[in-house]
C-alpha cells in the first residue's frame, strides 16, 4: 500500500512515458515499468495527472495539491476556507512573484495563517511539477520564461515539525507516517 506514496515502478503507455522522458515503452496499453533511479514519478504524487488535477493550466495551485494530500493521503481534509477568504492572487503586472512568494504574503494574514500553515507546505513539496505535470527546476509559466530563470524551491516543514528541502525527502517523511496512512487507507475502504 505504501507505494502509493512512493515506488520504483509506475503505469505508463508510450506516450506518458515519452512526457515522463522514459525510453522502451511501447503501444497504447497501460504497463508496469520500472523507474531509473532519479526519477521522481514514483507513487500517486509523481503522476501528471495529479499534478495537473492541482493546477490551472497557467500555474500550479500548492493550496490545491496540499488539500488533495491531506484529504486522499491522510483523510485528513482541512476545515473549509471562510467565504470571504478568495483566493491566492496570480501575479500582476510588473510583479513576477513566484506561488511561494504570493503564499507566504498571504500567510501575513493573520485569518489565513493558520490554516495555510498546515496545508501550504504539502502542496508546495510538489513544485517541481509544473501546471501540466512535466518535471522542472525552475519556474516557467506567468511569464517566467521571459525573465531570469527563478530555482524551484520546494522545501517545507510539515505540521509534524520535520523539514524536507526537496520532493525527495518529502516523500521519505511522508512514508515515516505510514500508520496515519493505513488509517486513512482502512477508513477510506471501510
Same mark, same amino acid.
Given at each position: 500500500?505504501?507505494?502509493?506514496?512512493?515506488?520504483?515502478?509506475?503505469?505508463?503507455?508510450?506516450?506518458? =512515458?515519452?512526457?515522463?522522458?522514459?525510453?522502451? +515503452?511501447?503501444?497504447?496499453?497501460?504497463? &508496469?515499468?520500472? @523507474?531509473?533511479? %532519479?526519477? *521522481?514519478?514514483?507513487?500517486?504524487?509523481?503522476?501528471?495527472?495529479?499534478?495537473?488535477?492541482? =493546477?490551472?493550466?497557467?500555474?500550479?495551485?500548492? +493550496?490545491?495539491?496540499?488539500?488533495?494530500? &491531506?484529504?486522499? @493521503?491522510?483523510? %485528513?481534509? *482541512?476545515?473549509?476556507?471562510?467565504?470571504?477568504?478568495?483566493?491566492?492572487?496570480?501575479?500582476?503586472?510588473?510583479?513576477?512573484?513566484?506561488?511561494?512568494?504570493?503564499?507566504?504574503?498571504?500567510?501575513?494574514?493573520?485569518?489565513?495563517?493558520?490554516?495555510?500553515?498546515?496545508?501550504?507546505?504539502?502542496?508546495?513539496?510538489?513544485?517541481?511539477?509544473?501546471?501540466?505535470?512535466?518535471?522542472?527546476?525552475?519556474?516557467?509559466?506567468?511569464?517566467?520564461?521571459?525573465?531570469?530563470?527563478?530555482?524551484?524551491?520546494?522545501?517545507?516543514?510539515?505540521?509534524?515539525?520535520?523539514?524536507?528541502?526537496?520532493?525527495?525527502?518529502?516523500?521519505?517523511?511522508?512514508?515515516?507516517?505510514?500508520?496515519?496512512?493505513?488509517?486513512?487507507?482502512?477508513?477510506?475502504?471501510?
Amino acid at each position: 500500500a505504501l507505494s502509493f506514496i512512493d515506488s520504483d515502478w509506475t503505469m505508463l503507455n508510450e506516450r506518458l =512515458a515519452r512526457f515522463y522522458g522514459i525510453d522502451g +515503452v511501447r503501444g497504447e496499453q497501460f504497463q &508496469r515499468v520500472t @523507474l531509473p533511479a %532519479d526519477s *521522481p514519478r514514483g507513487g500517486l504524487l509523481g503522476m501528471a495527472g495529479i499534478a495537473m488535477a492541482g =493546477a490551472d493550466g497557467n500555474r500550479t495551485k500548492p +493550496v490545491h495539491r496540499g488539500v488533495y494530500i &491531506r484529504e486522499v @493521503l491522510f483523510n %485528513d481534509p *482541512p476545515n473549509p476556507p471562510p467565504p470571504n477568504a478568495g483566493e491566492v492572487e496570480p501575479n500582476i503586472k510588473g510583479k513576477n512573484l513566484t506561488v511561494r512568494q504570493r503564499l507566504i504574503q498571504h500567510q501575513q494574514i493573520a485569518s489565513c495563517a493558520a490554516c495555510h500553515q498546515r496545508i501550504d507546505c504539502y502542496g508546495l513539496a510538489l513544485e517541481n511539477f509544473n501546471a501540466i505535470g512535466a518535471w522542472r527546476t525552475e519556474q516557467d509559466g506567468e511569464d517566467f520564461r521571459r525573465h531570469k530563470p527563478v530555482p524551484i524551491d520546494s522545501s517545507g516543514t510539515l505540521p509534524n515539525g520535520e523539514s524536507f528541502a526537496t520532493f525527495a525527502e518529502f516523500k521519505t517523511l511522508l512514508l515515516k507516517q505510514d500508520q496515519r496512512f493505513a488509517r486513512a487507507l482502512a477508513e477510506k475502504m471501510l
